[in-house]
């Protein structure tokens, strides 16, 4: 079974810093594509960053660039998403995503969340 455990989310004064995890299982972790998302009251989901550590790429949106860091730890099957430098608009509910290949195709997963609120 697929499983993914966001943790570390919180409260954070604006100009802070905040790093939340993923911890993932049930799926060979190394060779997935994985990312997050988020979602801010009121709106809809926004991709944040994805990483494909088997080719060492990252991709961020334009609005996180420079400020956020997304990283995994293989040997613990856990994706990070260091934030720094946030602002209010970065409230919002953080997802983690997995997308696993599998000899039948391409299936997505979710986490179920943690909130990150900036706020003085």
């Known amino acids: 079974e697929v499983q993914l455990v966001e943790s570390g989310g919180g409260l954070v004064q604006p100009g802070g810093s905040l790093t939340i995890s993923c911890a993932a299982s049930?799926?060979?972790?190394?060779?997935?594509?994985m990312g997050w998302v988020r979602q801010a009251p009121g709106k809809g989901l926004e991709w944040v960053s994805s990483?494909?550590?088997?080719?060492?790429?990252?991709n961020y949106a334009d609005s996180v660039k420079g400020r956020f860091t997304i990283s995994t730890d293989n040997a613990k099957n856990t994706l990070y998403l260091q934030m720094n430098s946030l602002k209010p608009e970065d409230t919002a509910v953080y997802f983690c995503?997995?997308?696993?290949?599998?000899?039948?195709?391409?299936?997505?997963?979710w986490g179920q969340g943690t909130q990150v609120t900036v706020s003085s």
């Open positions: 995503n997995a997308e696993v290949n599998y000899t039948s195709g391409i299936k997505n997963y």
């Open positions: 049930g799926f060979t972790f190394r060779s997935s594509a």
């Open positions: 990483i494909y550590s088997y080719i060492s790429t990252t």
